[in-house]
């Protein structure tokens, strides 16, 4: 089987997307604990000063907090999903444009997404002030799968034979 020069420009392509996107993935795991907290605190001011979220003053101080912690643990979480979604997008096309045929594709881009998703949860063990979760793990494949299902979703979007 012959290969172009410009199939095999997107299957370098592709896969340097998906080793990058793991390297981003494995340093925001290295941060320490404290780190990661001070950067999802931030986001989280950034989001109630943004969305005007006040409480009134006779808002109990304990409702206000539980809201708080609320938020940043959901952010936290929304990360989790968002981190994998895209990777679980960028390796279903690398999978693709390596030839494997759709369903074997499926399964291993997700092989791939969740074994890298315990890889980097029994990472953060042993990061100080960070702990592995096996929820962490599950978040992290709900975001791949949906990932990958929407990569040939896009692809099929884009052909020149999709019809709205």
Known sequence: ??????????????????IVWMLV????????????????????????????????????ITTATAFVKSLKYLLRKCAHLGEYFILGILVMNAVRASKVPMFKAIVLSALIC???????????YFVPGREA????????????????????????????SYVE
């Open 1 to 18: 089987m012959h290969i172009s020069k410009k199939q095999k420009l997107h299957l370098i392509l592709s896969w340097s997307a998906v």
């Open 25 to 60: 993935i494995f340093t925001l795991s290295a941060q320490p604990g404290e780190e990661s907290t001070h950067l999802s605190d931030k986001v989280a001011e950034i989001i109630l000063k943004r969305t005007n979220i006040v409480f009134s003053q006779d808002t109990d």
């Open 114 to 124: 969740v074994l890298y998703a315990v890889s980097d949860e029994m990472h953060q």
């Open 133 to 160: 979760q096996v929820t962490d793990v599950l978040i992290d494949g709900m975001g791949a799968l949906a990932g990958i299902g929407l990569r040939p979703l896009i692809k099929r979007r884009n052909s020149p």
